[in-house]
């Protein structure tokens, strides 16, 4: 079976550290294969991100990747090779000469992923991430070249590694002493699994885990909408330079095309309020979940829109993560041809013990499983809706009253 794959990226930048999107990431396509990159460069040894370094090695990685053919992984390390080669002889010419640091030299890291078909290919050298999210889970990712790493693989007996820094073991430059092929993986990929490249400097805070980035990834339809998401969250828990992420989502059908089919047939049910098709209409976006006289919908890229009325002015977008996962689980449970955008019931899942009280009449799960029926993973705190703060400032916000919660908490028990 084809995949369809739909992209989001996103980017954010300190004010000290000048630079755009095209200097730590890109997307592009050539002769039928999808190529997502993530680089990042450095001055010397005392920098944490320099954007003239990362953007060559971007650039020579695409240049010689075009002149590349045959296995895929053949492929990439050939032009990691050929990239390598030319950066070391070129980077030097970005430096401006200074005699106190005679020996400054630039490097790089770079991680690279190739996806044909249903197969996706990564090599790196460095520390950025690539995650593959399935179901709440990540069901592979990257290691990133760093000493905790590496001690993590060499003494997995050690438990506790708080005293181990994540300093950088590989890169790309003169000095290196490691000249091997980059790292390399491979994972078949389903409709509905989510590929993930984060910038490790800012996916290093502990609320920032593998597996709770794979649960955002999950409980988004819209990869634009969890790569900012992602993106944001990262930049305001850390102090680093930036953060970058490329989301890539894999569907079994044209979800735009789908959505935009199913927004013309629509008729509401008998019980829902009259003026939902010509809501659903005006706004194109599809409902997907319902509570009393409100909606959400989803609009034909994945972002979710709410009303409680059907009126223009009632009809705002919704951002927290428990909106997008409530419109991801109903598209999924409500349309067929929806039916991978929502998480699949992994085989070691528990049944979920509340259903057996909570459970409604026609429906698959509780406000408790969010409707699955099943137990899923617990989401991290950030999920739920807050604007991303630093925790310095990071007020202590009061639970909502009943009358003040959202529709949709109420509709998920949250």
């Keep these: 079976m084809s995949l369809h794959v739909r992209t989001g990226t996103a980017f954010r930048w300190r004010p000290s550290t000048p630079g755009q999107a095209s200097d730590v990431l890109r997307v592009l396509e050539h002769d039928g294969v999808r190529l997502a990159l993530l680089a990042n460069g450095f001055e010397c040894g005392f920098s944490a991100c320099w954007p003239p ?186 102090d680093a330079p930036y953060a970058a992420v490329i989301a890539l989502r894999f569907d079994d059908v044209d979800i735009a095309t789908t959505i935009d089919q199913l927004i013309d047939e629509y008729q509401p049910d008998p019980r829902h309020s009259a003026w939902m098709r010509a809501w659903s209409q005006r706004e194109r976006a599809l409902p997907v979940a319902f509570a009393m006289s409100s909606v959400i919908g989803m609009r034909r890229d994945g972002t979710v829109v709410g009303t409680s009325d059907g009126s223009e002015r009632d009809t705002t977008e919704e951002t927290s993560g428990v909106a997008h996962l409530a419109a991801t689980i109903g598209a999924a449970q409500r349309y067929p041809e929806l039916a991978t955008l929502g998480p699949r019931r992994p085989a070691d899942a528990r049944d979920c013990p509340e259903c057996a009280v909570l459970k409604r009449d026609g429906d698959q799960g509780c406000p408790v499983c969010w409707q699955l029926g099943w137990s899923p993973p617990s989401p991290p705190s950030w999920f739920f809706g807050r604007s991303p703060v630093s925790a310095a400032s990071a007020p202590v916000a009061a639970k909502p009253t009943t009358v003040d919660r959202p529709w949709w908490r109420r509709l998920l028990g949250d």
Excluded at 162 to 178: C, G, M, Y
């Design 53 to 238: 370094a990362s953007r060559l090695i971007l650039d020579l990685f695409v240049e010689e990747w075009s002149t590349t053919s045959g296995p895929l992984r053949a492929r990439l390390d050939v032009a990691f090779e050929g990239a390598r080669r030319r950066f070391i002889e070129q980077a030097p010419s970005l430096l401006t000469p200074d005699a106190d640091f005679p020996d400054d030299r630039p490097s790089a890291v770079l991680l690279a992923v190739a996806i044909e078909g249903a197969t996706v290919h990564m090599a790196w050298i460095g520390n950025d991430v690539a995650i593959v999210a399935r179901s709440f889970r990540a069901i592979t990712s990257t290691t990133p070249h760093t000493l905790l790493e590496q001690y993590e693989r060499e003494r997995p007996e050690e438990t506790d590694l708080s005293q181990v820094p994540r300093f950088l073991t590989r890169n790309i430059s003169e000095r290196a002493p490691d000249r091997s092929p980059p790292d390399y993986l491979a994972v078949n990929v389903e409709a509905g699994d989510t590929l993930l490249l984060s910038s490790r400097a800012a996916f290093r805070d502990p609320e920032l885990r593998v597996d709770d980035v794979a649960f955002a990834a999950t409980s988004h339809a819209s990869p634009a909408f969890v790569a900012d998401r992602l993106a944001e969250t990262a930049f305001a828990k850390t």
